[in-house]
Structure formats: structure tokens, C-alpha cells
């Protein structure tokens, strides 16, 4: 079973940054697509982006692009999300997750394995 972790959450104000990392336990050559998710309290955990380990084709929800950008290291079996000019909305628990579909999804149900998450928090 495919374990991820992720690292790199914190507290930090409006406007500052941050970088996600993803790490999973095994080789990842058998799922095609990586992805960030968010929850915040209350609310569902909604996709933030995704990539293929193939070609590093991307996607993004409208609200991060432009500040928010996925890569993966292969080598390295990692997958990051830099994440600039953070806004209070951003603020939620991050998680990645591991999808057997080429299709970049952003459905939750597309996604097989899940870390554990790692909280974000933008003050105002």
C-alpha cells in the first residue's frame, strides 16, 4: 500500500509563501496523476491541483492560478505545491493524493491514496 506524506504547512501572513512536499513510500510509476486537495472547517475538501508523473501535464482550480504552482521529482518520488501570494481564504488542511487515471481529476472518488494532510493558516 502507497503510503504519502506531506510536510511544509505553517502559519504565515497574507501574501507570503509556502511550499507543500508530498512524499510516497513506494514508486509511483503505477499511478498517473498526483494531486492537492484542501478542507477547511466546515466546509468539503475541494481540488487545488494536479500533475502527471508521465509529461507534467498540470491543472488548477480557477482560485490558485497564477499563485500556486505543482511539480514532481520522480527520482526523488515527491510531488511539491508552491504556493505565492497566500490569501486568508487559502487557509485549510492540505492533502495529497494518488489517482490511477490519466486524466488529471479533480473528484475526490478519482483518487485512491490519501496523506494525512499538513495545515495551512494565513492571517490577515
Known amino acids: 500500500q502507497v503510503q504519502l506524506v506531506e510536510s511544509g504547512g505553517g502559519l504565515v501572513q497574507a501574501g507570503g509563501s509556502l511550499r507543500l512536499a508530498c512524499v510516497a513510500s513506494?514508486?509511483?510509476?503505477?499511478?498517473?496523476?498526483m494531486g492537492w486537495f484542501r478542507q477547511a472547517p466546515g466546509k468539503e475538501r475541494e481540488f487545488v491541483a494536479a500533475i502527471t508523473w508521465t509529461n507534467g501535464r498540470t491543472r488548477y482550480r480557477d482560485s490558485v492560478k497564477g499563485r500556486f504552482t505543482i511539480s514532481r521529482d520522480a527520482i526523488k518520488n515527491t510531488v511539491y505545491l508552491q504556493m505565492n501570494s497566500l490569501k486568508p481564504e487559502d487557509t485549510a488542511v492540505y492533502y495529497c493524493?494518488?489517482?490511477?487515471?490519466?486524466?488529471?481529476?479533480?473528484?475526490?472518488?478519482?483518487?485512491?491514496?490519501w496523506g494525512q494532510g499538513t495545515q495551512v493558516t494565513v492571517s490577515s
Open positions: 513506494e514508486r509511483t510509476f503505477s499511478f498517473y496523476s
Open positions: 493524493a494518488s489517482s490511477l487515471s490519466p486524466m488529471i481529476p479533480i473528484s475526490t472518488v478519482d483518487y485512491r491514496y
